[in-house]
T-cell receptor, first 111, second 117 residues
């Protein structure tokens, strides 16, 4: 089993739709969690960290479920500019930086 | 700040040649990472340094790959000899020193697109 798994998509949604991605991780000792965004032929960039209590940043909401070992990302009122690949990232260490990236979920927002 | 700088941005070489990729991290960042991204395997961590010291190189594919960080502002990833299966995008990333109990954002460079013929 891979350490971090995601549905590769693509998710094709119309503008204004709400879309949700899930990500599962295998290591129950994982310490911290992130969503990164990667545009085509560009580098990954941090979208948001994922906190135990859940967190929101504008149209984006991230949730963590440690018991079931998954994290989610919800995008409301999707825009054309949200089209990208969304990478789930897990840090396996508390005092180190052992980041494992998921394969990514591709989102296309259509006009 | 200019962000993480990588060079070259594109590299085309022939099998058997030596390839050297370069990275300048963001000033003040203590950790530096080398990743490789392919369609088949996604983004894979090759090696990371903390305060110029290699901490985890378990992701380095084989002896043909080597990485150095001679000072806080420069790192190289070398492939010798290169093979077609090394074709990928190689990213360098840096982050501030992790605070105990916390994790820091990684800032990626634009990547080097390597094609080995």
């Amino acid at each position: 089993r891979k350490e971090v798994e995601q549905d590769p998509g693509p998710f094709n949604v119309p503008e204004g739709a709400t879309v949700a991605f899930n990500c599962t991780y295998s290591n129950s000792a994982s310490q911290s969690f992130f969503w990164y965004r990667q545009d085509c032929r560009k580098e990954p960039k941090l979208l948001m960290s994922v906190y135990s209590s859940g967190n929101e940043d504008g149209r984006f909401t991230a949730q963590l479920n440690r018991a079931s070992q998954y994290i989610s990302l919800l995008i409301r009122d999707s825009k054309l500019s949200d089209s990208a690949t969304y990478l789930c990232v897990v840090n396996l260490e508390n005092y180190g930086q052992n980041f494992v990236f998921g394969p990514g979920t591709r989102l296309s927002v259509l006009p | 700040d200019a962000g993480v700088i990588q060079s070259p941005r594109h590299e085309v070489t022939e099998m058997g040649q030596e390839v050297t990729l370069r990275c300048k991290p963001i000033s003040g960042h203590n950790s530096l990472f080398w990743y490789r991204q392919t369609m088949m395997r996604g983004l894979e961590l090759l090696i990371y340094f903390n305060n110029n010291v290699p901490i985890d190189d378990s992701g380095m594919p084989e002896d043909r790959f080597s990485a150095k960080m001679p000072n806080a502002s420069f790192s190289t990833l070398k492939i010798q000899p290169s093979e077609p299966r090394d074709s990928a995008v190689y990213f360098c990333a840096s982050s501030p020193n992790p605070i105990q109990g916390a994790s820091e954002t990684q800032y990626f460079g634009p990547g080097t697109r390597l094609l080995v013929l």
